[in-house]
């Protein structure tokens, strides 16, 4: 299950390599062999019952390789193979994606119009990964198929447009945006969250130490909690089990959502209707009077979210809310260049909660890195069980509070990781940058 994309062009066949009938009939072409696993050029990702027929007639798990149509079925033509474009109509092209997208765990899927054809690629784990090729033809049924579910209108290809789209096989849900690009109109599917993903939060954030402090600040009766991070940095997962985590009987926990993509059960969630005039600062105004205890603000992204944050917590109210910045200090510097005064931040805000998701070496393959280092590493490897090497992602989180009190590291987090072995050091440093003990402190006066 690690596709990548080749230049069939290049390829000469190893004397004696002769193309296994099932393959032929499938539209894929047997490339070689690597550690006996035969290597497999098709233009698509197998579909479930065809992974199972190739694997069992080739009895090997197969490796994927994705290649350019054209290529592919030149060579397959001369073998006498069938035609690799079985997926002829937008319908089957669309199961199909939603089908890998559901079993790699894909975040987004991007549809790509490029110079030639276009192409379609999965994000996974944070990285993106090709998928299928697709002709011009095919890219644009596929995009008219997309837009009339996600009801966009279909005759504009200029203007981006914003949508939902619910998939009832396999049951998958969501937001559609398009944009022109030079070659013409693309299309980004992000999947919506789902009731399954709502971790409680010790299974949310695993490691006891930042945690109990995010803990300790939530079950406060006032002050602003923030969760920070860069896009794709989880720290909406992380606000979800922070609301569960809050949900007691006696307390009134409120959410204003911009829009509520998750419904959470005990929990009175609104969403902003900017069409019916209701914006964030009219829904707090209104959820003030229903004798609120916690006030969740799905995200501060302007001087308006700002201020009606720092105001709920200023009346009493414990705030709970995310904002998209890199670190705590950046976080900082956001809310005073959104016009708030540095002392009315460090008044009211009681913790920073920032966080990046690291993925976790697949189990099943990793191996000892030969490091001089003292302490032993892991390395990704990559298997039929695995995305190259890694299985999940989990969140890594630093804290940190005005007062000085408390101030334990991200980077103490990600080398916890490290050296338990479930994460790599490539890892780390894609996603933190080089890191030294000298950066993994925690510190916590009370
Ligand atoms: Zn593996």
Request: glycine fraction near 6%; hydrophobic fraction near 35%.
């Amino acid at each position: 299950m690690e596709p990548l994309s080749l230049q069939l062009e290049h390829w000469r066949p190893a004397p004696g390599l002769t193309q296994p009938a099932v393959c032929l009939r499938l539209g894929y072409l047997l490339l070689g062999h690597l550690q006996q696993r035969p290597i497999l050029a098709g233009i698509a990702m197998p579909d479930s019952a065809q992974r199972q027929q190739l694997q069992f007639q080739l009895q090997q798990t197969p490796l994927y390789l994705i290649a350019n149509a054209q290529a592919l079925n030149d060579r397959l033509n001369a073998y006498g193979g069938q035609h690799a474009s079985q997926l002829d109509d937008a319908k089957a092209q669309l199961a199909h994606i939603a089908e890998h997208s559901q079993l790699r765990q894909a975040s987004d899927i991007h549809i790509e119009p490029l110079s030639r054809g276009g192409r379609i690629r999965l994000r996974v784990h944070g990285l993106l990964q090709p998928l299928l090729n697709l002709s011009r033809e095919q890219l644009t049924q596929l995009l008219g198929r997309i837009k009339v579910l996600a009801k966009l209108d279909v005759s504009e290809q200029r203007l981006p447009q914003d949508g939902r789209l619910t998939l009832s096989q396999p049951a998958l849900g969501f937001r559609v945006s398009t944009l022109a690009t030079v070659h013409g109109e693309k299309a980004v599917l992000r999947r919506l969250p789902e009731q399954r993903q709502l971790l409680p939060i010790n299974q949310a954030i695993p490691e006891p130490t930042p945690r109990g402090y995010l803990l300790k600040a939530i079950a406060a009766s006032q002050g602003l909690v923030l969760l920070t991070g860069p896009t794709g940095s989880g720290k909406t997962a992380t606000l979800y089990s922070a609301i569960v985590a809050c949900r007691q009987q006696h307390r009134n926990v409120c959410s204003i959502e911009d829009p509520v993509e998750l419904v959470i059960d005990d929990i009175n969630q609104s969403s902003v209707n900017r069409d019916l005039g209701l914006g964030f600062a009219e829904l707090l105004k209104s959820l003030l009077r229903q004798d609120p205890d916690v006030i969740v603000l799905g995200e501060i992204r302007d001087t308006e979210t700002a201020n009606i944050a720092l105001q709920a917590a200023e009346s009493g109210h414990l705030v709970i809310a995310t904002l998209h910045s890199p670190s705590a200090t950046a976080s900082l510097q956001r809310l005073q260049h959104l016009g708030q005064p540095t002392q009315r931040i460090e008044q009211l805000l009681s913790i920073i909660c920032h966080q990046r998701l690291l993925r976790l070496l697949c189990p099943h393959c990793k191996q000892r890195a030969n490091t001089s280092a003292t302490q032993q590493h892991y390395q990704a490897v990559g298997c039929e069980r695995c995305e190259q090497g890694y299985y999940r992602r989990q969140a890594v989180l630093g804290c940190w509070s005005p007062t000085g009190h408390l101030n334990y590291s991200l980077y103490a987090s990600a080398k916890r990781l490290l050296d338990n072995g479930d994460t790599s050091l490539s890892e780390v440093r894609r996603v933190l940058g080089n890191i030294d003990d000298s950066q993994c402190h925690d510190t916590h006066r009370s």
